[in-house]
C-alpha cells in the first residue's frame, strides 16, 4: 500500500480533495479508466478545467493515467486514496475488529456519497 510518508504529503492530498469536482473525479474513478473528456461532461465543467483537477490529483498520487495510443484514460489509485483515509482515522489492527469496505470509509469522509455505490457507467 502506498504510504502517506510527511505532512507535507498529507496537507498536498487533502488540498487536492477539498474540491468538489476533484473529490467527483475519485468516485467517477475508483473502478475503471476514464477519459478526460468523459469526466468533463459527466461534471458539466470545461475540458481544460477537468484536466487542471486531474493535474492536481496526479500530481499527488490521487489519479493515475493509462496511455495507450492516443487516448488518455485516468483512474484513482485507491492504495493512495486509502493512505490519506488511513492518515486521518487509522484503522485498529485487532483480531477481532471486523476490515471496514473501502466504499464505507470513503463515505465516512464524504468521498464517496451513499448513492454513489455503482458509480457510473460509460
Known sequence: MTRVDTSDDLDNALRALSHASRRAIIRLTAQRHVPATD?????????????????VLRKTGLVELSAA???????????RVEAVLDALHPRPHSATHKEQPMTARLAHFEILGPDDQSLITF
Open 39 to 55: 469526466l468533463a461532461q459527466h461534471l458539466g465543467i470545461a475540458p481544460a478545467t477537468a484536466s487542471e483537477h486531474l493535474r
Open 69 to 79: 495510443g492516443t487516448w488518455r484514460r485516468y483512474r484513482a489509485d485507491l492504495s
